[in-house]
C-alpha cells in the first residue's frame, strides 16, 4: 500500500536536510522545468490553476506556470522546519504546528508537482495540527490541498478532512466526503486513510463488526511507518471493546430472559400446588403475596450461570493487547495516552532497566 | 579494547571499533556485554551504518536476553532517526529470525512486532532505490550549489553502500509472502481474526501464483466463516472453488460456502452449490455433511421429499459418521412439518431410545407431544406434554406445550380444563404470538359457550395489559362483538367508533378493518339512518390531521354505506402505500371496475408484498391473475395463480386457481400442461364440488384437441356416470362423449348415448340438450 508514507520519508529527509536560513514567507525552491534546466525562484503563491513564481534576485514581478511545465522541485526549507520536525520527535505537536506552519501553508500548493520535497513538511504539519486537536487549522490545511490542480492531491485533502470533521464530531458531513471518495483500492494513497474514516463512522453508528473490519484492513496493508497506523491501532482496540461490551450486553439479557422464565416457572408450579393443596383443606385460594413469599427468588437466580466480567471476554483482552501494543510502540502519539488511559493494567515502562554506556577505559 | 585503551582514536574511529567489539560479543552470545557497547554506539554517533549495525545487535540480544519487549525501546527511533536500519538487509533479516524465535516462546505481540518492522524484498529494493535517487539528486544539488567536496564525498560513501546492500537483495530468495504468512499467523495467535483475514487475503491478491497462495486463501475462507461474516465467506470460497479445485481444501471450503448461505438462509443457493459439489466431486470426503446440510436446506424450503431422502442417504451410507444423531432428529423434524405424524412420532421415540442423553433430549421431548397430537393420539399426546413440563421447568417450550394441552382438551370437550391450560401461556413465555393465540383460544372458547360477558371482560383486560403492543383492534373487534351479543349494540358501534379513530392510523390493524367491515350496517340499525355523514366527518378529520390510512378507511366505509360515493373517491399518490390491507382490495375493486388496471393492480401487487402470508394476498392473486388475462398476458395470469397454489396449497381458492392454470393453458394450446394442472385438482379432497367434474370435462377436451379420442372419451364418461347432479358438465361431457364415439366409428353407441342423455329429465333445461336432439336425429337419418 502507498498510504501515508511519510514519517519513512521523514526519516530519510532528516539525513539529507539542506536547511537554509531563508524564512518562511522568502522560500526558495529549484525547479526543474521540462527542458531540463534548473532555476533557482521564489514561491510566490498559486491560482486559477497556475503556480506562482518570482526569480530569486527580484522582490517584485511574478511568472505563472502550469504544474505539469514543472519536472520536479526542492524547496529550500528554513532552520525552523527542522526544528519543527525535532519539536514533533519530543512530542510538542503545539510547538511543532507553528514551527512548520508558514513554510507548509506557503510550500502546499506546490505539491501539484510531482516530484517534490513537500509532502513530508505538509502532512507532519497535518500530523501536528491534529496531534494538538487544532482542527479547525487542520481542515483549512486540507481544503487547500483539495482545490490543488493534481487530482491525487486533491482527494488526499478530501480524504483528510473527511478524517478530521470525524474529529469534529461532524459524522454526517464527513460520510458525505467519503462517500464522494469511492472504493479507493489498495494502491490508492488514500486507501488507509479512507478506511480509518470509515471505521470511526462505524464505530459512531455502533456497526462494530463492520468497523473493525475497515479497520482491519488499515493494520494489515499498512506499515509501522504509516501516519495514520498508531490511530488505527487504537481504532481497531475500541472495535474490539466495543464488541465485547456488546457481546456481553447480549449475555446479559439472555440470562436476564432465563432468569426471569425461571422465575415464571416456579411461580406457577408454588402456585399450583398451593392452590391444590388450599382446595384439599378447604381454605381460601393463595394471594399472589403469598406464592411469591414461597419463591426463593435468589437461589433460582443463582442457579443460572453468571455472566463472566468484560475482562474475561476474549475480545477485550485482544483490545488490552492492542492498546499496551500501541502504547509501547508509539508512546509520543496522542494515541498512546488514549490508550494507556483504557488499559486496565498499564505496562512498566520497558526503558527503565536501559543499562548505562559504558565504554571500555 | 586493547586498542581502545592504548590508542585513543578519533571519535568516528572509536565508534566503528565499539560497535566492532559489540558484533563480536553478540556473536558469542555474550549480550549483556553487548548491550551497553551497542547502546553507546547509537547514543553517540550520527553515522547510518553504524547505527544500523548497532540496531541489528541489539534486537539479537535482546530476544537471547529474553527481555524482547525492550524491543519497543528502538521503534521511535527506527521510525525517525534510524529509518535507514529499514532498509538494511542484515536488519531485516534479524527481525524475521528474531519474530520466529518469540512466536515460537509464544510471545506474539513482539513477534508480530518485528514482522512488521521487516520490509518485504520488494520494499527494500524499492525503498532503497528511492534513498539512491534522493542521494543522487542531493548529490547534483550540492555539486551545482558548491556546497563542498565533504558533503559529496559522504554523499558517495553511503552510495556505495546502497548499492552493495541492493546487490546482496538480488541474490536472496523473495521471501514476502512468507513474511506475510508469518504476520498473519501471528495475528490469528493473538485472535486477532479480522486482522488475520486480511493479511491472508493480500498474499493471494499480490501473488496469486505464489505457493502460499491457495493456503492464504483458504486461510482467509476459514477465518471469514469463524467470523461468520458470511458474504465474505461466499465471496472467497467459491473464488477458491474456481481456482483451486484440485485443492485438498476444496472439500471444507466448500462446504463453508454452503454453511455461509446456510447462515443467509439463502438455501436454494445452498442446495445449487452442494449439488454441484456433490457432481464434482463423488469422493468428497466430507460428502455426510454435504449431503445433511442439502437436505436442511430443502427442509427450510418446505421440499420434504428431498430432504428425507438425503437424510435416509446419510443415516444408512454413513452410520458410522458424527451426524446419526443429529441427522435422526431432522429427519423425525421432517416428518413433523410435512406432516406425517405417525412418521415424527416413530422417529422421535426412537432418538429418544437411542440418544437419552443428547442436548436435543428437550427438544425432542416436546417435539414429540407435539406430533402425538397431530397424529391424533390425544391421551399420549397429553401424557407426553405433562411429562416434558414436569422434566424441564425452565423449557423454552413451556408456553407452547400449554398451549397445545389447551388444544387437546379444547379437542376432548373439557372447555374448563383448555382455559386453564392456555392461561398458563401468559406466565410461561413472554413470544407475543404465542400469548395472543391463547388469549383469542380462550376468547373463542367463551364464545363457544355463549359466555359473552366473559369475552367482553377477557378481551378487555387484555387490551389493557398489552396495549398497543398486543391485537389490540382485533380484540376490540372481539368485545363489540360480544356486546352485541349482550345487546349492547349501541355501545358496540361507539365502541367501534372510538377504536377506528384511535387505532384506525395504524396500517397493521387488522381488527379495525374487520370492525368497519360491520360499522356501517349496525350504526344503521342503532341510529335509524345512513352513517355516510359522520363517515365523511371522518374523513375531513382525518385528512385534516394527515392520517391518509384512517381517511382511506373511512372512504371504505362510506363506500358500505352508500355505494355511489365511490365514484367521487380519487386516488391520491401514496395512497397504496398508506392503505390497510381491507382498503386495498377494496381500492383494488373500485378501480378495476372503472377500467384502471394499472393502479388496481399496483394496489393489489402492494396488498401481496405487505400482508403476503393473509387470505387478502390469495384474493388479490386472483385479480391480478384476471386483470393479467384480460390484458392477455397469459404467463403473468399464469404466475400469479401459481402463487395462490404454492402458497395456499389446501385453500379453496388454490383448487380454483390451479383450474384456472388448465383454462388458460389450454385455451392456449399447451394441453399436456394443461392436463396436468386438472389432474392436480383431482388429486385434493378438499377440491371435491363443481371443480371436479369441470376438470374431467377439461381433461377430455384436451385429449381431444391432442387427438386422443378415446382416452377423452373416458373422461367425459366419468362425468356423466359419477357428477350427474352437476347438470352443466353432465350435458357437455354426454355431447362430447358422443362426438368421440363417431370419431371411433362407434355410431351406434353414440346414439345410445344421446338417447341416454335425453331420458335425463334435469338435462332438459340446458342448451346441450337441444343440440343433442339435432345430433341424434342426424345420426339416426344416415
Given amino acids: ?361 | 579494547v586493547k586498542f581502545l585503551r592504548e590508542y585513543p582514536p578519533a571519535p568516528d574511529v572509536r565508534f566503528e571499533v565499539l560497535t566492532k567489539i559489540g558484533e563480536c560479543h553478540v556473536a558469542d552470545d555474550k549480550h549483556k556485554e553487548a548491550l551497553p557497547l551497542l547502546i553507546a554506539v547509537l547514543d553517540g554517533t550520527f553515522d547510518p551504518g553504524l547505527r544500523t549495525r548497532s540496531l541489528t545487535g541489539l534486537v539479537k540480544s535482546y530476544i537471547a536476553l529474553h527481555t524482547p519487549a525492550e524491543i519497543y525501546t528502538l521503534i521511535p527511533r527506527l521510525q525517525n532517526r534510524d529509518a535507514a536500519a529499514l532498509y538494511s538487509l542484515e536488519f531485516n533479516l534479524v527481525a524475521i529470525k528474531g519474530g520466529d524465535e518469540l512466536f515460537e516462546r509464544q510471545d506474539y505481540a513482539v513477534a508480530l512486532l518485528l514482522y512488521k518492522l521487516a520490509r518485504s524484498k520488494e520494499a527494500l529494493a524499492a525503498g532503497l532505490a528511492r534513498w539512491e535517487q534522493a542521494l543522487q539528486r542531493d548529490k547534483k544539488n550540492a555539486l551545482a550549489s558548491g556546497r563542498g567536496f565533504q558533503r559529496v564525498l559522504a554523499i558517495n560513501e553511503r552510495l556505495t553502500t546502497i548499492a552493495a546492500e541492493r546487490a546482496q537483495i538480488e541474490t536472496i530468495e523473495n521471501y514476502t509472502d512468507e513474511l506475510r504468512v508469518r504476520i498473519a499467523r501471528a495475528f490469528l495467535a493473538m485472535n486477532r481474526k479480522w486482522e488475520a483475514l486480511w493479511t491472508y487475503r493480500g498474499i493471494h491478491q499480490d501473488s496469486p501464483d505464489a505457493k502460499q497462495a491457495e493456503s492464504a486463501l483458504y486461510g482467509a475462507v476459514s477465518i471469514s466463516s469463524d467470523l461468520e461474516a458470511n458474504d465474505k465467506a461466499v465471496a472467497l470460497g467459491r473464488l477458491f472453488m474456481t481456482e483451486k479445485p484440485d485443492s485438498p481444501f476444496y472439500d471444507e471450503v466448500s462446504l463453508s460456502v454452503g454453511r455461509a448461505y446456510i447462515r443467509e438462509e439463502k438455501y436454494r443457493d445452498a442446495i445449487g452449490l452442494f449439488k454441484e459439489v456433490l457432481a464434482a466431486r463423488p469422493q468428497h470426503k466430507l460428502a455426510d455433511h454435504v449431503m445433511y446440510l442439502q437436505g436442511y436446506s430443502h427442509l427450510f424450503l418446505d421440499q420434504y421429499e428431498p430432504a428425507l431422502a438425503l437424510f435416509d442417504r446419510v443415516l444408512k451410507e454413513y452410520s458410522d459418521g458424527g451426524l446419526a444423531e443429529t441427522v435422526a432428529y431432522w429427519k423425525s423434524f421432517t416428518y413433523l412439518f410435512q406432516p406425517d405424524y405417525e412418521k415424527a412420532v416413530e422417529g422421535f421415540t426412537a432418538f429418544l431410545a437411542k440418544h437419552s442423553g443428547s442436548a436435543l433430549a428437550e427438544d425432542v421431548n416436546f417435539r414429540l407431544g407435539a406430533a402425538l397430537y397431530g397424529s391424533g393420539d390425544l391421551d399420549a399426546a397429553r401424557a407426553q406434554l405433562d411429562k416434558f413440563i414436569q422434566a424441564y421447568p425452565a423449557s423454552e417450550f413451556q408456553g407452547e406445550a400449554h398451549s397445545l394441552l389447551g388444544d387437546i382438551a379444547g379437542a376432548g370437550g373439557r372447555l374448563d380444563e383448555a382455559v386453564r391450560q392456555y392461561s398458563m401461556v401468559e406466565e410461561l413465555t413472554d413470544k407475543l404470538d404465542k400469548i395472543n393465540y391463547a388469549i383469542f383460544q380462550i376468547g373463542k372458547i367463551y364464545e363457544t359457550l355463549g359466555e359473552w360477558q366473559k369475552v367482553k371482560d377477557h378481551f378487555r383486560s387484555y387490551v389493557e395489559r398489552y396495549g398497543e403492543q398486543g391485537q389490540h383492534s382485533e380484540a376490540t373487534f372481539r368485545i363489540g362483538y360480544a356486546m352485541k351479543q349482550l345487546g349492547e349494540v349501541a355501545a358496540a358501534v361507539e365502541l367501534y367508533i372510538g377504536a377506528a379513530r384511535r387505532f384506525g392510523h395504524l396500517r397493521d390493524a387488522l381488527g379495525i378493518d374487520n370492525l368497519l367491515g360491520e360499522l356501517p350496517n349496525d350504526y344503521q340499525v342503532v341510529k335509524g339512518k345512513s352513517p355516510a355523514p359522520l363517515f365523511r366527518g371522518e374523513i375531513a378529520s382525518s385528512d385534516a390531521a394527515k392520517k391518509r390510512t384512517l381517511a382511506l378507511r373511512w372512504h371504505m366505509a362510506l363506500a358500505a354505506a352508500e355505494p355511489a360515493s365511490a365514484e367521487d373517491f380519487k386516488l391520491q399518490p401514496g395512497d397504496i402505500e398508506q392503505a390497510s390491507p381491507a382498503t386495498l382490495e377494496w381500492i383494488g375493486g373500485l378501480l378495476t371496475k372503472r377500467g384502471e388496471t394499472g393502479p388496481a393492480a399496483a394496489a393489489y401487487r402492494e396488498l401481496i408484498a405487505k400482508y403476503a402470508d393473509s387470505d387478502w394476498a390469495v384474493s388479490a392473486s386472483m385479480a391480478l391473475a384476471e386483470i393479467a388475462v384480460k390484458a392477455r398476458k397469459v404467463d403473468e395470469a399464469l404466475e400469479h395463480l401459481e402463487r395462490v397454489t404454492e402458497q395456499f396449497p389446501t385453500s379453496d381458492e388454490a383448487g380454483l386457481a390451479m383450474k384456472l392454470q388448465g383454462d388458460l393453458l389450454r385455451q392456449n394450446g399447451r394441453f399436456a400442461d394443461a392436463i396436468i394442472r386438472y389432474e392436480k385438482v383431482l388429486e385434493v379432497k378438499e377440491w371435491r364440488g363443481p371443480l371436479w367434474p369441470e376438470s374431467l370435462y377439461w381433461i377430455g377436451v384436451a385429449h381431444q384437441e391432442l387427438g386422443k379420442t378415446a382416452e377423452a372419451f373416458g373422461y367425459f364418461q366419468r362425468v356423466y356416470v359419477l357428477y350427474q347432479h352437476f347438470t352443466e358438465w353432465t350435458a357437455r361431457a354426454y355431447l362430447r362423449s358422443a362426438q368421440c364415439l363417431v370419431k371411433l366409428d362407434r355410431a351406434a353407441e353414440a346414439q345410445a348415448t344421446l338417447r341416454e342423455m335425453l331420458g335425463v329429465e334435469d338435462l332438459r333445461e340446458t342448451q346441450e340438450y337441444k343440440a343433442a336432439e339435432q345430433q341424434l336425429a342426424q345420426l339416426t337419418s344416415r
Avoid at chain 1, 44 to 60: D, E, I, V, Y
Avoid at chain 1, 237 to 248: F, K, N, P, V
Wanted: net charge neutral; glycine share 6%; hydrophobic share 45%.
Fill in chain 1, 1 to 361: 500500500m502507498s498510504a501515508p508514507t511519510y514519517s519513512a520519508i521523514v526519516g530519510l529527509a532528516a539525513l539529507l536536510w539542506s536547511a537554509s536560513a531563508l524564512q518562511a514567507q522568502d522560500l526558495t525552491a529549484q525547479v526543474t522545468l521540462q527542458t531540463g534546466r534548473v532555476e533557482t525562484m521564489a514561491l510566490a503563491g498559486s491560482g486559477g490553476g497556475q503556480l506562482k513564481f518570482r526569480p530569486a534576485s527580484q522582490q517584485s514581478g511574478s511568472i505563472s506556470i502550469s504544474p505539469a511545465t514543472a519536472l520536479q522541485i526542492q524547496v529550500n526549507f528554513p532552520e525552523s522546519v527542522a526544528v519543527g520536525f525535532g519539536a514533533m520527535e519530543k512530542g510538542d505537536w503545539a510547538a511543532a504546528a507553528r514551527l512548520l506552519g508558514p513554510s507548509a501553508n506557503a510550500a502546499a500548493p506546490y505539491l501539484a508537482i510531482a516530484n517534490n520535497n513537500i509532502a513530508p513538511v505538509v502532512m507532519t504539519y497535518g500530523d501536528a495540527l491534529r496531534y494538538s486537536r487544532q482542527f479547525d487549522a487542520a481542515i483549512g490545511l486540507f481544503e487547500k490541498l483539495q482545490s490543488a490542480p493534481s487530482p491525487s492531491v486533491a482527494r488526499l485533502g478530501s480524504a483528510w478532512k473527511a478524517y478530521l470533521l470525524i474529529n469534529k464530531g461532524d459524522i454526517p458531513g464527513a460520510r458525505a466526503l467519503v462517500e464522494t471518495l469511492g472504493d479507493p483500492q489498495r494502491e490508492d494513497e488514500i486507501f488507509g486513510l479512507v478506511r480509518l474514516a470509515r471505521a470511526m463512522i462505524f464505530l459512531h453508528t455502533e456497526q462494530h463488526r463492520a468497523a473493525v473490519d475497515q479497520i482491519a484492513q488499515v493494520i494489515a496493508f499498512s506499515g509501522l511507518e504509516s501516519s495514520i497506523y498508531p490511530e488505527a491501532l487504537y481504532v481497531d482496540g475500541l472495535c474490539y471493546e466495543a464488541i465485547a461490551a456488546a457481546e456481553r450486553r447480549k449475555a446479559e439479557q439472555e440470562r436476564d430472559e432465563a432468569v426471569k422464565r425461571a422465575l415464571f416457572t416456579a411461580r406457577v408450579r408454588v402456585g399450583r400446588e398451593m392452590w391444590t393443596a388450599a382446595q384439599q383443606q378447604g381454605l381460601p385460594p393463595p394471594t399472589e403475596k403469598e406464592i411469591l413469599a414461597k419463591i426463593d427468588a435468589d437461589a433460582i437466580s443463582a442457579r443460572i450461570p453468571a455472566v463472566p466480567p468484560l475482562e474475561e471476554a476474549e475480545k477485550y483482552q485482544v483490545s488490552q493487547q492492542i492498546y499496551t501494543h500501541l502504547a509501547r510502540t508509539f508512546p509520543r502519539t496522542p494515541w498512546a495516552a488514549e490508550a494507556l488511559k483504557r488499559l486496565k493494567n498499564p505496562p512498566a515502562s520497558t526503558s527503565s532497566k536501559k543499562p548505562s554506556p559504558v565504554t571500555p577505559s
